[in-house]
């Protein structure tokens, strides 16, 4: 009994279980050969790649959720600080900034903040489309379980990042001689000048909030299925993909529509407090913003197959092409750098 | 009837069992076999990996007992769990339905 619950324990630690639920695991086999010593349980190898397969798919979903609320959470707080031209910030609305010359650190974070948060909000949603499209699936491919990996991992780097970058930009603004006036007298605090004290602590919680959930994201990448099998696109996230195995085409056109959309939406409301070539500029920046991640993000997050530059396929079927799908149409053989191989020993 | 044929609709069988009461791992396996008439030899060990992956999807919940001294995992169906064994038993209704009407 113990030489197979040795060799099962082996098979779940080199597949990254944790120590707890490996004894879970033992626990259980012990007992069912405790009612049945002639029990034949099958290969330990098998048993623990099943383990793996169900427990991958489960935590690529979870994380994917996880990120998803984290994220939209601080976005929201986001928002909420921006909303009125960042007077709940303490920026003093754009006026403000307009009329003031800002130092490089604040425009470069606001800069930065701005992408962050669109890059954030973008992955975390696709993340939520994925796990929603793939919710009723008992075991996902690696592939997938890879690309909900990566997209929560992002959401929530970007949306920290767009946190931190508020807390620099407010750095930049806080009267730092309210904290010699008040010190730790915290109760005087909100009667100061602005919130800004406040925003700031809200500011970096957000973000270690959401850094703090990284670990999970890791975890489950080291855990993910190992199931062969092909991955959705973009369009298929959207319900508008004809089939897994399809081509960029569909998702290109999405992209490419959605940056046309976006540049006339912003357009559209920048004219209220701007004129057309200003409110144009910035629409276009947007839509070249989009086009830009969507084609230098999109190969790694799963919204198309390999990248714009990759060499087209050779007709044996080699070629980069196919290297750009290994990153995922691939089998459970390969190893991840970013977020750990399903191949390698992970220790507890 | 062999493993490859009773893939697919393992999930459904752990949830009939277990809609008759808590269960542990074992006797969920051996009341496949009894009401099968032996006839669903299910590979043993490739019950508990379903059994997991049902409580993580959230249909069978799972506590702590002691039997003899040693520790037990007893299983049991949640409300979310009756409600997926409604939804197989009509889908394998349908498909038993289906491949009856064509085979016959």
Redesign the interface.
């Known amino acids: 009994m113990s030489g197979y619950l040795g060799r099962l324990d082996a098979e779940l630690q080199s597949r990254g279980f944790s120590g707890g639920l490996r004894g879970?695991?033992a626990?259980?086999?012990?007992?069912?050969m405790?009612?049945?010593p002639m029990?034949?349980?099958?290969d330990p190898e098998?048993?623990a790649g099943?383990?793996a397969?169900?427990?991958g798919?489960?935590l690529a979903r979870r994380t994917a959720c996880r990120a998803f609320l984290l994220v939209g959470g601080a976005m929201a707080l986001l928002i909420a600080m921006f909303f009125d031209g960042g007077r709940l910030a303490g920026w003093g609305g754009y006026e403000v900034y307009r009329a003031s010359s800002p130092s490089l650190i604040f425009r470069a974070s606001v800069a930065l903040m701005a992408l962050a948060a669109q890059i954030a909000i973008a992955a975390s949603l696709l993340a939520l489309a994925r796990a929603w499209r793939l919710r009723r699936v008992?075991?996902i491919s690696t592939a997938e379980a890879r690309v909900l990996n990566r997209r929560a991992a992002v959401a929530l780097i970007a949306g920290a990042t767009a946190m931190l970058m508020v807390a620099v930009s407010l750095v930049w603004q806080i009267d730092w001689s309210y904290f010699r006036k008040w010190g730790m007298n915290w109760f005087g605090w909100p009667y100061g000048p602005s919130g800004q004290w406040y925003v700031l602590g809200v500011a970096l919680a957000a973000a270690l909030a959401q850094l703090a959930a990284l670990p999970a994201v890791l975890y489950a990448a080291r855990r993910r299925p190992l199931l062969d099998g092909g991955c959705g696109l973009l369009a298929d996230d959207l319900a508008l993909g004809a089939a897994v195995s399809g081509s960029n085409r569909s998702s290109d056109l999405i992209a490419v529509s959605s940056a046309v959309v976006l540049a006339l939406a912003t357009t559209a409301v920048g004219m209220v407090n701007s004129g057309l070539a200003r409110a144009g500029g910035r629409g276009l920046v947007e839509a070249a913003a989009l086009l830009v991640c969507y084609f230098g993000l999109g190969g790694y997050l799963g919204l198309r197959r390999g990248y714009p530059w990759s060499r087209p396929a050779r007709p044996d079927g080699q070629g980069s092409d196919v290297e750009a799908l290994g990153t995922l149409n691939t089998d459970g053989a390969d190893a991840d750098p970013e977020l750990g191989g399903p191949g390698e020993a992970v220790a507890d | 009837m062999k493993a490859d044929e009773l893939k697919g609709h393992l999930?459904g069988l752990i949830l009939a069992v277990l809609a008759s009461g808590p269960n542990?791992?074992?006797a969920v396996i051996e009341e496949i076999k009894r009401r099968s008439g032996g006839e669903l030899a299910l590979?043993?060990?490739?019950v508990?990996?379903?059994l997991?992956?049902l409580e993580?999807?959230g249909l069978l919940h799972s506590e702590w007992s002691a039997?003899s001294g040693?520790?037990?995992?007893v299983y049991s169906l949640t409300r979310k769990g009756s409600r997926e064994l409604d939804v197989s038993r009509e889908r394998w209704q349908r498909f038993a339905t289906t491949i009856e009407a064509v085979m016959s």
């Not at chain 1, 626990?27 to 069912?32: C, K, L, N, V, Y």
């Not at chain 1, 029990?39 to 099958?42: E, H, I, K, N, V």
């Open positions: 879970r695991i626990a259980e086999f012990a007992d069912h405790e009612c049945d029990a034949d349980l099958g098998l048993i099943e383990f397969d169900g427990y798919t489960s008992p075991v | 999930d542990h791992g074992y590979p043993e060990g490739t508990y990996p379903a997991h992956r993580l999807a039997v040693r520790k037990r995992r």
